[in-house]
């Protein structure tokens, strides 16, 4: 095998080839000049359609919630490897769910080189405030994923990193390998078009996740052949489906990094401790938390969630506040990815999964994936996962102290969702059914039916409740606090 490296596009780009390699270059240099990609710049497109939000689904057999979206526009320059993704989109209710009510969502994205940011406006700010950067570092493998898997800039990517090709049964396979590990493939048709690129990014629940986008129905827009519809999708689900209306090329599309994010080191991540009771810790310090329960030769720890880094630091708190104590257990409120992202850590830590039964099938499929492109501790220590799983209700004690984990029912947030009840000192801990608003923020204006879900599950389950640890938002509150939530006009 021989191993070459070419820069380009301010990438390190990584070529292995094979002794079986066909390089033809014939079916890449008649589509790269159809697609006017020698003279393509920048691009942006335009249009509408579909948005899905990756890792939420309400149940791991159905799709990521579906948005429509009714503007969506991406400009993209392949020389600075820089892109900016502007949308609105909405909510659609399911028939047989009941969310809240649907608002309308902006979001405005960038990512320059290595580096991605958000621009939005700071909750509860003014209407003409000013937008405000954040880093969004863990966006970064999707959004340079989104620049190549265009049809000019697959080509444009292919060409400058000779790429190898072959035919295939659909036409001609194209690929080639961005720094080292990330695998590119594309299939040319006959009418010289991309059809299909496929990509790979790390995910902390799926592993090596597969980047699908397709492209159908070309059509001329100012010149440019550029495809009508978009269909793309992570993790067997769409995420984007996009009926294109508008395409210009060559605009100016200079894109760089804020100052303030440019000059920002990386935010470490830090874990606050406080007490709710002897023995009983509310772990925050970031935008989702968890609760580290003592029992007398052990701790329970309650939810591990976005990624391995935040599971490290929790477990890092946990043996500071428990010295020689073992993390026996870690219950798992619910299965989508923000709140499951680091159970795999708590896995090779040794401690057992409490979850929903439904949930048990889905991480074990889920967590066998290949992790070649960032892999984790479980995936070097190759530990079984050890699962306690539960339909209606589980008892986790030790004899002195109780924990409850209950389903809660017939919330149409998540089909396997869970509350913790702590019944000796009257602490509820529960995740995205209620989220405490700041201590100074104005009164909602319409019932969160999973609020009003969570309060009946409470009276039927007859849980005397005094403190709500919840694991999203600014405090820990009392139950009157929910109450006044139900009692919006």
Request: proline content about 7%.
């Amino acid at each position: 095998m021989s191993r070459s490296i070419y820069p380009i596009l301010g990438l390190t780009l990584t070529l292995s080839v094979t002794g079986c390699a066909i390089f033809n270059p014939e079916p890449l240099t008649a589509t790269a000049n159809e697609l006017d990609v020698a003279n393509i710049r920048t691009l942006e497109f335009s249009g509408t359609g579909h948005w899905y939000q990756f890792g939420q689904a309400p149940n791991p057999s159905l799709p990521w919630p579906d948005f429509e979206l009714s503007s969506y526009t991406a400009d993209i320059n392949y020389v600075t490897s820089s892109a900016r993704v502007q949308t609105t989109r909405k909510q659609i209710i399911e028939p047989d769910r009941q969310r809240p009510v649907p608002t309308e969502q902006k979001a405005d994205q960038y990512i320059n080189g290595n580096t991605a940011w958000n621009l939005a406006r700071p909750a509860n700010a003014a209407p003409d405030a000013a937008p405000v950067a954040s880093a969004q570092p863990t966006a970064v493998e999707e959004r340079t994923a989104e620049i190549w898997s265009t049809p000019q800039g697959f080509l444009r990517a292919a060409q400058a990193n000779n790429a190898k090709s072959k035919t295939s049964p659909a036409g001609t396979e194209v690929s080639f390998t961005v720094g080292g590990k990330y695998r590119y493939i594309g299939t040319l048709n006959s009418n010289k078009t991309v059809a299909r690129v496929q990509t790979w990014i790390d995910n902390p629940v799926l592993g090596d996740t597969l980047v699908e986008t397709k492209f159908l129905d070309y059509q001329v827009f100012d010149g440019v052949k550029f495809p009508s519809h978009i269909v793309r999708s992570i993790g067997g689900h769409p995420v984007l489906d996009l009926n294109v209306t508008k395409v210009k090329t060559n605009l100016a599309a200079e894109l760089p990094v804020p100052d303030d994010i440019a000059s920002a080191k990386p935010a470490a991540v830090t874990v606050k401790a406080d007490k709710l009771a002897t023995g009983v810790y509310y772990l925050t310090g970031g935008t989702h938390h968890s609760v580290a329960i003592e029992q007398n030769n052990h701790v329970v720890v309650v939810e591990a969630p976005q990624n391995e880094e935040r599971s490290l630091a929790v477990i890092a708190k946990v043996k500071e506040l428990f010295p020689n104590k073992a993390i026996k257990f870690l219950i798992n409120t619910h299965a989508h990815f923000d709140h499951s992202g680091g159970l795999r850590t708590f896995v090779d830590e040794g401690s057992t999964i409490v979850t929903e039964q439904s949930n048990q099938p889905y991480y074990e499929k889920v967590w066998s994936a290949p992790r070649t492109l960032n892999p984790d501790r479980l995936a070097k220590s190759k530990k079984p996962a050890k699962f306690e799983t539960f339909t209606d209700k589980i008892l986790i004690s030790d004899g002195s102290r109780k924990i409850e984990v209950h389903s809660i029912a017939g919330n149409s947030h998540n089909d396997a969702f869970a509350l913790v009840y702590l019944p000796k000192e009257k602490i509820l801990i529960e995740a995205d059914a209620y989220t405490p608003p700041a201590a100074n923020a104005p009164a909602p204006t319409s019932l969160n039916p999973y609020t009003v879900n969570l309060y009946d599950n409470i009276q039927k389950l007859n849980l005397d409740v005094d403190q709500i640890a919840a694991l999203h938002g600014p405090r820990v509150v009392k139950l009157d606090d929910l109450k006044k939530a139900l009692a919006v006009k």
